[in-house]
T-cell receptor
Framework: GAVVSQHPSRVICKSGTSVKIECRSL??????MFWYRQFPKQSLMLMAT?????????EQGVEKDKFLINHASLTLSTLTVTSAHPEDSSFYIC??????????FGSGTRLTVV | GENVEQHPSTLSVQEGDSAVIKCTYS??????FPWYKQELGKRPQLIID?????GEKKDQRIAVTLNKTAKHFSLHITETQPEDSAVYFC????????????FGTGTSLTVIP
């Protein structure tokens, strides 16, 4: 089945630093990847849609200069949280089209900004 | 845009009983409705899905029903087991691929042994 690998699974960083999260589709090409954010005990909130070779489309209220998304190839999309602050601490998860239809989610990244 | 509402937010059932989770959506153009199970700190796992040309789908102990006219769909889990305890999310999309999902707010299901 379709597999999306997401790294790192956990990261702790100091306030003001940047963190890069990677999502790779291992056995299929993902022309579209989606990035979600999930606060504890809350639903997944779509942050942006990442299309290979073009600029990401951000949801209303998501700062594109803070959450940089790059989808340089059909198998890799990255989310960089720039100048992270404690309020950016969250669970970030990507998803991509699966070969059998529907979406495959990455394993998620728990970001803690101290 | 699409708005998905999900109820209840928490649900406790005795082992062996049934559990029902309901969702409504607002955009009649939505035509793909997956359900995800998410255990604490893990990725959501697709457990069942339904397309708008189908009214009901069943997979062993899990079933989903869809009422397009009323714009609501439900997840039914029968003969619940402790390992069914998790957070369940419904979602709506305009297609099975290429479009984002709009998620419900989640239901925390606890199955009491």
């Amino acid at each position: 089945g379709a597999v999306v690998s997401q790294h790192p699974s956990r990261v702790i960083c100091k306030s003001g630093t940047s963190v890069k999260i990677e999502c790779r589709s291992l056995d299929f090409q993902a022309t579209t990847m989606f990035w979600y954010r999930q606060f504890p005990k809350q639903s997944l909130m779509l942050m942006a849609t990442s299309n290979e070779g073009s600029k990401a489309t951000y949801e209303q209220g998501v700062e594109k200069d803070k959450f940089l998304i790059n989808h340089a190839s059909l198998t890799l999309s990255t989310l960089t949280v720039t100048s992270a602050h404690p309020e950016d601490s969250s669970f970030y998860i990507c998803s991509a089209d699966g070969t059998l239809g529907g979406y495959t989610f990455g394993s998620g990244t728990r970001l803690t900004v101290v | 845009g699409e708005n998905v509402e999900q109820h209840p937010s928490t649900l406790s059932v005795q082992e062996g009983d049934s559990a029902v989770i309901k969702c409504t959506y607002s955009d009649s153009a939505s035509n793909y409705f997956p359900w995800y199970k998410q255990e604490l700190g893990k990725r959501p796992q697709l457990i069942i899905d339904i397309r708008s040309n189908v009214g009901e789908k069943k997979d062993q102990r899990i079933a989903v029903t869809l009422n397009k006219t009323a714009k609501h769909f439900s997840l039914h889990i029968t003969e619940t087991q402790p390992e069914d305890s998790a957070v369940y999310f419904c979602a709506a999309s305009f297609s099975i691929s290429g479009n984002q999902f709009y998620f419900g707010t989640g239901t925390s299901l606890t199955v009491i042994p």
